[in-house]
């Protein structure tokens, strides 16, 4: 009895195939598929789907909060250099309605 992995093209997307075992009785219908083979066939090709697509929202999901990370992260660099800049401004005004020279 003999164990082994077939590669098969699913759903567009290369992929592991089920695993087979060979039976001896098996041997002998070579060209039909047994109902339950065709079903492990369907599972394998299922799980596959579902874990490319659980992948790819996984990704999704790690580039949207690595974005949102480096968005706060610039707004914050602003939010300082605004700050810095509306405090120099009323400091400027300061000195212009008192009617002191700028240099």
Not at 6 to 17: D, I, M, N, V
Not at 22 to 27: F, G, I, K, S
Not at 32 to 54: F, G, L
Not at 63 to 91: G, V
Request: aromatic residues 6%.
């Amino acid at each position: 009895m003999g164990v082994g992995w077939r590669s098969r093209r699913t759903g567009g997307l290369w992929g592991r195939g089920a695993c087979a075992v060979v039976l001896p009785q098996a041997a002998a219908m070579a060209g039909q598929e047994d109902p339950v083979q065709r079903e492990i066939h369907q599972d394998w090709a299922n799980r596959e789907y579902i874990e490319i697509i659980t992948s790819s929202i996984k990704k999704i999901a790690d580039f949207l909060n690595s974005f949102d990370m480096s968005c706060r992260s610039r707004l914050a660099t602003l939010n300082e250099k605004l700050t810095a800049l509306e405090r120099r401004i009323e400091y400027i005004e300061a000195r212009v309605t008192k009617g002191e020279t700028l240099t």
